[in-house]
């Protein structure tokens, strides 16, 4: 990975900056971060799930579309205080609970692989601008489906503090609210900022993560719903969220809505009988003649097969939520 690269998913200007260098995130301001991200393929996202954990913080996230590890956008959220906009870190997340909401999501050993890579990319690259950092945890070249691994790398630079982290686990025990987690996180945290609280190893952003109505609670394994003409698709659900953005994109053109660049939230409940009930809370965007397109192609989404549960020997209702980036009316992150 190129310093070009990184300049484009970080914002940050990286030629130069050693380890004993003064670095420091809060020299753009704000408003040139978000300047910069309409440069990017995605856009601001609004995902009520995630809130920051202190009074004085606000959080506004983005998503690009970056193609660095398959089925998993980068997210950026720029967390800051409200009063003056002075930035406390920047985080770029690729986690695939920013994108699938099932509880129960393991992983293979192909996609394990892929996500260890290009960790092992942004570490080499990363230690080659700051040096070494403090590492805890260890991630081997040999990676399985089954154990978990877990590693973390730490960067003092003067007024900001850098850690790279990748969490992979498989495991899953509700009972005990443990689910399976596969993410890499990028954060440069802001260090000694005047009159300001240091909230040192504090977590300052939450996600409230709840279970899809009636699919993982009492539905342990069910089969995904079929959406008309995925009869014969191997991955059914990804086949239906692609069928979506196609409808989306349909109805932007008939009602001749240029989107240069913007992102769309669905999500909905595909009920017993195979009809759609909207999430109108967790349909959005920034733009809104996109959400107004987006909650209408969700009303008049066509019936499906629904989804049916083996142990129960009947239908069941299956909920679902993802997200479409649109450029230049052209969905970019088909499945």
Not at 93 to 112: P, S
Not at 215 to 235: G, K, L, R
């Amino acid at each position: 990975m190129n310093k070009q690269l990184l300049f484009l998913i970080f914002l940050l200007p990286f030629a130069g900056i050693s380890q004993n260098e003064n670095f420091d995130i809060n020299s753009s301001s704000l408003k040139e971060y978000f300047e910069k991200e309409k440069s990017f393929v995605g856009g601001k996202i609004l995902d009520a799930e995630y809130k920051s954990t202190k009074k004085d913080l606000e959080l506004i996230s983005y998503i690009r579309s970056d193609g660095s590890v398959p089925d998993v956008d980068l997210v950026v959220r720029y967390i800051f205080f409200k009063k003056d906009s002075l930035l406390k870190e920047i985080r770029n997340e690729w986690d695939i609970a920013n994108h699938n909401k099932k509880l129960n999501n393991r992983k293979n050993e192909e996609f394990r692989n892929d996500l260890a890579k290009f960790y092992s990319m942004l570490e080499h690259t990363l230690t080659k601008n700051y040096g070494k950092g403090a590492v805890t945890g260890n991630l081997p070249k040999i990676i399985d489906d089954n154990n978990s691994y877990n590693k973390q790398i730490k960067w003092s630079l003067g007024k900001t503090n850098v850690e790279l982290s990748i969490i992979m686990s498989n495991q899953y025990d509700k009972s005990k609210r443990v689910f399976p987690t596969h993410k890499i996180y990028l954060s440069f945290q802001a260090a000694n900022l005047n009159g300001k609280p240091d909230y040192e190893n504090v977590e300052l952003i939450k996600r409230n993560r709840k279970p899809i109505p009636n699919i993982e609670n009492p539905i342990v394994s069910s089969q995904e719903p079929t959406f008309p003409d995925c009869e014969n698709s191997d991955t059914k659900l990804s086949c239906m969220n692609n069928k979506i953005r196609d409808l989306v994109l349909n109805r932007l053109n008939e009602q001749n809505i240029r989107i240069k660049n913007d992102t769309l939230k669905v999500g909905f409940l595909v009920q017993i009988d195979g009809s759609t009930k909207p999430w109108e809370s967790s349909i959005k965007s920034s733009n809104k003649e996109l959400e107004k397109v987006g909650l209408e192609t969700i009303e008049d989404l066509p019936i499906m097969v629904p989804s049916y549960s083996e142990r129960m020997k009947q239908n069941v209702s299956y909920g679902n939520s993802f997200f479409i980036i649109i450029k230049d009316n052209k969905v970019i992150n088909y499945e």
